[in-house]
């Protein structure tokens, strides 16, 4: 039987990871993106006055492996690099979740991914668990050779639990679809025969999807024009700030652009540019890459990377990393909507001052979930082997992404609540039925 929390409990549980906080101990659990997923897991269960059996499951990931990953690298020495595959949770579906390379991953920043998967699925419906996986590098200073027997090391070791019914990886941030094809082949060469399903965000030509490349900024660019249309302001005469410049960051400026938006600033690891003017993104988009970055890029004005989120614009898409919006700059934030393309920008510091400060924040787990909704039809597509037209793709994208801002917004409105703790429990409710369901084995 599972026994019921009070609305209280789960609040004090919540409660204790902040009020142990001095300042100085606040921003160490800022910086915690663990710490930030379970703060918001509690106060999303308390809240619905979820069963505390349920949320205590959701406190553990069901599955960490650790691999150490040897590489030779080109000077024939070795190098062994840590990496993880994390699985959250398998209630809803096999798990699914990207990986990502980067020399600041930790075993809490994949734990904490991996438990936005499990919410982002099953606030989009799709019949998937979460996942996350990462590997500690930096792919900047390695060369091509090294990368690949990086990915193929690292997908021989987390081979004992991925597979097209168990755990199905994709491209995160830093991997590309040359290394999920790479992915691919490393597991078919295991089993003996071609399994393109294993993985997903592969290139077309080895059973990727139309569209997939594109999905995630697309899907940011959909809950934005239902965002516009609930609130009642015109895209078209909207400007947008883009804090990141890859796989979700430029698509993002691409479709805002093509569809008239004004885009006034972009940014990469490099820092930003601003015009409030407008920026000229495809020309962008073709300087990045031939140049590799956006340094050096002739147009606007330079803005250091740091205070680029102050940026002067109407909507903010933060599609970077983890921790970006925080209590120390919250305050300072121009945008009147915040769009989170990447994964856990906005600390629940900051989303507490954005709230007060009646800045409207569509939360991670619903804005970049076009990505893994298209990584679905991917799968569904290799699964049949049977490929469909990127027009019914993007159709069927715009269906999933209207209905599950419509879900979270009646939500919010129903509640009373902001759109985060919205979010959090459309995919807690769906996510507990199965749980309920499913029982407890044994
Ligand atoms: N890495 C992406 C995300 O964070 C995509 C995951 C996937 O397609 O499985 O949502």
Not at 239 to 263: L, P, R
Not at 344 to 354: E, F
């Amino acid at each position: 039987m599972e026994t019921k929390t009070s609305a209280k409990s789960a609040q004090r549980s919540s409660q204790v990871r902040i009020s142990r906080s001095p300042a100085a101990a606040l921003e160490s659990s800022e910086s915690n993106p663990w710490l930030q997923a379970m703060e918001q897991l509690n106060r999303a269960g308390a809240k619905m006055k979820m069963e505390e059996n349920i949320l205590e499951r959701l406190r553990h990931c069901k599955r960490i492996l650790t691999v150490s990953v040897p590489v030779t690298m080109d000077d024939g020495t070795l190098k062994v690099f840590e990496g993880y595959r994390i699985q959250h949770n398998l209630d809803r579906g096999p798990a699914k979740g990207g990986i990502r390379y980067h020399p600041q991953v930790s075993l809490d920043e994949v734990k904490a991914l991996s438990f936005w998967m499990t919410m982002k699925c099953a606030v989009v419906n799709l019949p998937y668990g979460g996942a996350k996986g990462g590997v500690i590098c930096d792919p900047s200073k390695m060369s091509i050779g090294e990368i690949e027997r990086l990915t193929r090391r690292y997908t021989s070791e987390i081979s004992i639990i991925i597979g097209p019914d168990k755990d199905i990886p994709a491209p995160d941030v830093n991997t590309n679809e040359q290394i999920m094809s790479w992915v691919m082949d490393t597991y078919s060469m295991t089993i003996g025969y071609s399994c393109p399903g294993v993985v997903t965000g592969k290139p077309i030509d080895v059973g990727g999807s139309l569209g997939r490349r594109e999905a995630t900024g697309r899907g940011v660019f959909y809950v934005t024009r239902e965002l516009a249309d609930v609130k009642g302001f015109d895209l078209t005469k909207s400007t947008v700030a883009i804090q990141g410049f890859g796989n979700v960051g430029s698509n993002a400026a691409k479709v805002f652009y093509e569809h008239g938006s004004k885009v006034v600033g972009v940014s990469d690891v490099t820092g930003g540019v601003w015009d409030p003017k407008g920026l000229p993104i495809p020309e962008i988009i073709d300087y990045v890459a031939r140049q590799g970055s956006l340094a050096g890029y002739p147009g606007g004005k330079r803005i250091p990377g740091n205070e680029f989120v102050e940026v002067p614009c109407d909507i903010l898409v933060p599609a970077a990393m983890e921790n970006q919006i925080t209590h120390e700059n919250a305050g300072r934030v121009k945008a009147k909507y915040i769009v989170e393309g990447a994964n856990g920008p906005t600390t629940n510091a900051a989303d507490r001052i954005l709230n007060e400060r009646g800045v409207v924040v569509v939360p991670d787990i619903l804005a970049n979930a076009g990505g893994v909704t298209v990584s679905y039809f991917e799968w569904v597509q290799d699964i049949q082997a049977y490929f469909w037209s990127e027009k019914d793709i993007n159709a069927r994208l715009q269906e999933i992404m209207v209905r599950a801002f419509r879900d979270v917004w009646d939500m919010a409105q129903k509640e009373k609540v902001d759109l985060r703790l919205a979010a959090f429990m459309v995919g807690l409710n769906r996510l507990a039925k199965a749980v309920r369901l499913r029982g407890r084995f044994p």
